[in-house]
């Protein structure tokens, strides 16, 4: 005699109920003791009994948020739009921040038949999440900082996680609930102006029509887009000879010296005629959602802005961005960042030695300093031609040097003296073409044509298919840094890394300089928010970058936590797996990097539950040879303090 279905799933269910019981110590007292037929009746009488012993992870998580619609307003309006998410039933508030945003919650209501995985186009687990969604209003103030906003919702898990909203002053498009999925249906637009829309289904297509003038030169851009890639095309009406009011395609500037696809790029096209043009608007690949936003901005294009970087309003120092300002504050802010040496030497001195190499004949005795940090940062403007290193142009250290990739196969040369044993930086910054397009690889060559390195990381896989290491190329760095064992002059060449394409946005602007050892990018792993539940401990993790050199120790503390928050130090266990690939060229592609663990403790006698967000600073103090450097502010953080949901 076998054991039929129901009885697996009664013994499962059974099994189920003993595990919980066991693992729950305040509720094992009214279970564990009950016997094998009373488990296999409360499983049978009360199904719901094993999800009332042991919260999951799923049913505790922290509110987190997918999509917002709008994504922006312009200054001095109101307006109404809506969040999707997940664990947001009882949300009560909306945080704005600072900056002259106000929001109020309309409406919380649980959207039936659909998930998280709906939204992200993604495979559905076994058990996957509820999705909300939260109708909003937004207050813009007519002082209200242009940019991007981060709007979080406030309820009984706490704080959710952010999403962007952008300020503007141009004119802004809403899309209307009228369908406008064909070229006659198009909806009308001024210009310049923004345009919010979304994507609502699979292969959805959104048109907008504008009027152009002759020789008028427009900027397409998708500025801000989630859960989809939104695609970029223009046609005109008129263009066939058999069907005059068939519409045309036309081929923006980028397309005719690239085929590649970028999702959020800029665009330009000069118009030859007056007349009536059409935006058509897509998703990558036709894959779309309900949760699936855009904004596109169509000015002139002097007039375009770029997208501003999300990081930098999160209070975050960035350093490894092909975005950042190469200008002369630059190093103002790395020396910022560093320890001076306690026998107050300048920076970019280093001790002198006298170890010679003998075998070489290009070696010099490592005795002469490296040049001052503090001496005039030089400004080149390159010049062609200069493909050859026999055409390269000198390059004082340190400097500034700005630069087109003006065709394809352009290959721009500078010259670079050092002295043996010096310490350099190259830090690359693109001004108008961004990644895919313009992607600049810079690589240094000695007087025998050689490579010494580039910017190119190159990964070493230990473990394939095959059981033998391979080397693949895995992208490009915006910052290199070298040390020169021999003295003597080196070429810096600089070009798009698949020689193909180049054209006037391809601009550049290279920093050469000696290092400075200094506190890079510091980052939280547990994400840009806290929830601390009291009486239990949370852990974080934060990864800390040692640029240059940097040999110091660090220490982290908390300001402006809630009455009864204490913090410890704590170590993490860590496994001794290696690993399956590593970078080939770390020490000049990556810094160094150490973690850190804090744990949050809300003592239970000590705290009280909030209702608001309290905003905490997290601050780091580098210290070398015993010498205190500078407060260095991290990043904030909106902190709530919760009771605990599962002791309801």
């Keep these: 005699m076998g054991f039929t279905p129901s009885f697996w799933k009664v013994e499962r269910k059974m ?22 037929p009373a488990l296999v009746l409360i499983s049978l009488l009360f199904p719901s009994v094993p999800r009332s012993l042991a919260q999951t992870d799923e049913h505790l998580a922290d509110p987190s948020l997918l999509s917002i619609f709008p994504l922006g307003g312009r200054r001095g309006t109101t307006l109404q739009g809506e969040i999707w998410g997940n664990s947001l039933e ?17 409406t919380v209501e649980e959207m039936k038949g659909q998930t998280k995985e709906d939204l992200l186009l993604r495979k559905k687990p076994e058990k996957p999440l509820p999705l909300y969604r939260a109708r909003i209003e937004v207050e813009i103030q007519p002082t209200a ?35 406008h999925q064909t070229i006659n249906e198009a909806l009308a637009v001024s210009l310049p102006v923004v345009i919010n829309g979304r994507l609502e289904k699979p292969g959805e297509l959104d048109y907008y029509s504008f009027d152009a003038k002759q020789n008028q030169e427009l900027t397409f851009e998708v500025i801000l887009a989630q859960n989809c890639d939104p695609q970029l095309a223009l046609y005109r009406v008129g263009g066939s000879w058999f069907d005059p009011d068939r519409s045309s395609r036309l081929i923006k500037e980028e397309q005719k010296s690239s085929d590649l696809m970028s999702p959020q790029s800029r665009r330009t096209y000069r118009f030859s005629h007056d007349g009536k043009y059409f935006l058509e608007i897509s998703p990558l690949f036709g894959r779309a959602s309900s949760g699936s936003t855009y904004q596109v901005r169509v000015a002139l294009s002097n007039q375009a802005a770029g997208d501003a970087q999300l990081k930098q309003h999160l209070g975050e120092w960035e350093e490894r961005n092909f975005s950042r300002k190469l200008e002369e504050s630059w190093l103002k802010k790395l020396e910022a960042r560093e320890v001076s040496e306690s026998d107050g030497s300048p920076p970019g001195m280093r001790e002198p030695s006298m170890q010679t190499d003998t075998d070489n004949a290009r070696s010099e005795p490592k005795s002469k300093p490296m040049p001052n940090l503090r001496a005039p940062l030089f400004s080149v403007v390159e010049r062609e031609p200069n493909d050859q290193a026999s055409e390269a142009q000198d390059l004082p250290i340190p400097s500034i040097v700005e630069g087109t990739i003006e065709r394809a196969s352009d290959i721009d040369s500078f010259k670079v003296k050092v002295e043996a044993g010096q310490k350099l930086a190259f830090e690359i910054e693109t001004l108008d073409a961004k990644r895919p397009y ?6 240094v060559v000695d007087s025998q044509d050689r490579e010494l390195f580039s910017n190119v990381e190159r990964r070493l896989s230990l473990f394939n298919n095959n059981s033998e290491p391979q080397v693949y190329l895995k992208g490009i760095e915006p910052k290199v840094v070298y040390t020169f064992e021999y003295g003597g002059e080196y070429t810096v060449q ?5 020689s193909r394409y180049g054209n006037a946005s391809y601009r550049y602007r290279i920093l050469v300089r000696p290092q400075i050892p200094h506190v890079g990018e510091v980052s939280i792993l547990e994400g840009d928010r806290i929830n601390l539940t009291r009486g239990k401990p949370k852990k974080l993790t934060i990864i800390s970058s040692y640029e240059e050199g940097f040999r110091g120790e660090l220490s982290f503390a908390f300001s402006g936590l809630p009455a009864g928050v204490q913090t410890f130090p704590a170590s993490q266990f860590e496994e001794g797996k290696a690993p399956r690939e590593v970078t080939q060229n770390a020490d000049v592609i990556s810094p160094k990097q150490q973690r850190t663990t804090l744990v949050l403790l809300a003592k239970s006698e000590d705290s009280k539950p909030t209702n608001e967000p309290t905003m905490i600073q997290l601050h780091c103090r580098p210290i070398v040879k015993g010498k205190l450097g500078p407060d260095l502010l991290v990043r904030e953080l909106p902190m709530m303090v919760l009771e605990d949901i599962a002791q309801k």
């Design 15 to 36: 099994w189920y109920i003993q595990r919980e019981a066991w693992r729950c110590p305040i509720r094992s007292q009214h279970y564990s003791v009950l016997s094998f």
């Design 90 to 106: 009882g949300s009560y508030g909306v945080g704005c921040g600072t900056g002259g945003l106000s929001g109020k919650l309309l």
């Design 145 to 179: 900082l242009l940019g991007i906003h981060f709007l979080r919702l406030i309820g009984p898990r706490g704080i959710s996680d952010a999403v962007p909203f952008r300020v503007m002053d141009e004119m802004v498009v809403q899309e209307t609930a009228s369908p």
């Design 438 to 443: 313009f992607n600049p690889r810079l690589g």
């Design 494 to 498: 600089i070009r798009d890394i698949s």
